[in-house]
């Protein structure tokens, strides 16, 4: 009797943890006949996007790992990398030798956004995916503009005409990558039974990949998941709690631009004032719709996330015509489940830390009321 209890106890856990892949797993299971794709169709769009947006889910790691939960911050590393792009594309630049010069030139100005978000989270604890979230919107709203729309030709020198707006400063709001499209898909890809992979790219997502793992080990990141689990225990152990928090932040806005110029080059084209503006929010539910939550994640989530969220994203719209005759309610459906995944997973977040703060304060309660027996 007690080896069934166990089972069905194990059996419920499973779901209350994996409650969200499986239920996107139903999502797709019901839309996949339903849409009329072919197998080939949907695995070519999935190893593409795979190839496009992993690198930048994989980004978020570090943060989650130092305890700041979902960085939804990392789209200032994906300005930096569209920064960096425009300024090589000034420079007629192109083809793999404009992808690598692109991630040099945006490094330094990830650095710069990424330690000034982690000194603002570290102001903010406790607080720190909302107040990255408006950090993003200051940046990508008031900063980003600023420099991309008014400095960019006065100040900061560009020589094409071709880039700029007509008034002669600003830049143009879609900006072609034709001569640097799918480069690094390209090379060294090859086909198998019709479809394309760009080994080259899973290459680098797989050496990220070890990197990542490589991390974890290191004293660092060590220290980084100290903090995420006790920041009051790690600041007795002598770890510099703040300076690890900055370094998680600044590592995932280096990383979140590699990964822009990455999924950029893949698109062939910048819209100059919207690449960045949805892109955290689609890689973090893409990472929850993994599995991960707001204080664990692994490069299993992203890849199953990515897997399933795209999935979603290309059979939802015919799906919903085949059912309602429109395909927008497709895609109305996969906005709500992208900003529902991230409030459900905010929501349990929450009433797990409240649950864990009446359980202590129960337990102290308990202890002072024994201590006073005692006494």
């Not at 290459?203 to 903090?227: E, P």
């Not at 202590?360 to 009321?369: F, R, S, T, Y």
């Amino acid at each position: 009797m007690s080896d069934k209890k166990s089972v069905s106890q194990k059996l419920l856990s499973f779901l209350g943890r994996n409650s969200v892949p499986i239920m996107f797993m139903l999502i797709c299971a019901v839309c996949i006949p339903l849409s009329g794709f072919s197998a080939g169709y949907l695995v070519n769009e999935i190893v593409t996007r795979m190839g496009r947006n992993t690198f930048l889910i994989l980004c978020l790691l570090f943060p989650i790992m130092a305890g700041m939960g979902l960085n939804f911050g990392m789209t200032l590393g994906a300005m930096a990398g569209e920064i960096a792009l425009i300024l090589v594309a000034d420079q007629q630049i192109w083809g793999i030798p404009g992808i690598v010069l692109a991630m040099i030139v945006s490094i330094p100005i990830s650095v710069l956004l990424g330690w000034m978000c982690g000194s603002l989270l570290n102001m903010a604890r406790g607080r720190e995916m909302i107040t990255s979230y408006i950090i993003n919107y200051f940046v990508g709203m008031g900063l980003y503009q600023l420099v991309v729309l008014y400095m960019m030709g006065p100040v900061i020198p560009i020589k094409h005409a071709s880039i700029k707006l007509p008034r002669g400063y600003g830049i143009r709001n879609t900006l072609s990558l034709l001569n640097m499209r799918q480069y690094l898909d390209d090379f060294l890809a090859v086909r198998v039974g019709g479809i394309k992979v760009p080994v080259l790219t899973f290459l680098i997502i797989g050496l990220f990949c070890l990197f990542i793992v490589w991390f974890r080990r290191t004293k660092l990141g060590q220290d980084m998941r100290a903090v995420g689990q006790d920041m009051e225990v790690s600041r007795d152990a002598g770890i510099k709690v703040e300076r690890t928090r900055i370094i998680s932040i600044i590592m995932s806005t280096v990383f979140a631009g590699f990964g822009m110029i990455i999924y950029l080059q893949n698109m062939g084209n910048i819209a100059t004032y919207t690449s960045h503006s949805q892109i955290g929010m689609f890689c973090i539910a893409a990472l929850l719709v993994g599995g991960a939550s707001v204080e664990r994640a692994s490069i299993g989530n992203a890849f199953l996330g990515v897997t399933l969220f795209h999935l979603m994203f290309i059979v939802a719209p015919k799906a919903g015509a085949a059912i309602t005759g429109d395909s927008m309610i497709g895609e109305y459906f996969r906005v709500f489940a992208s900003y529902g995944v991230i409030t459900l997973a905010l929501v349990m977040y929450e009433l797990k830390k409240r649950s864990m703060k009446s359980h202590a304060g129960q337990e102290l309660a308990l202890a002072q009321k024994e201590e006073g027996a005692d006494k």
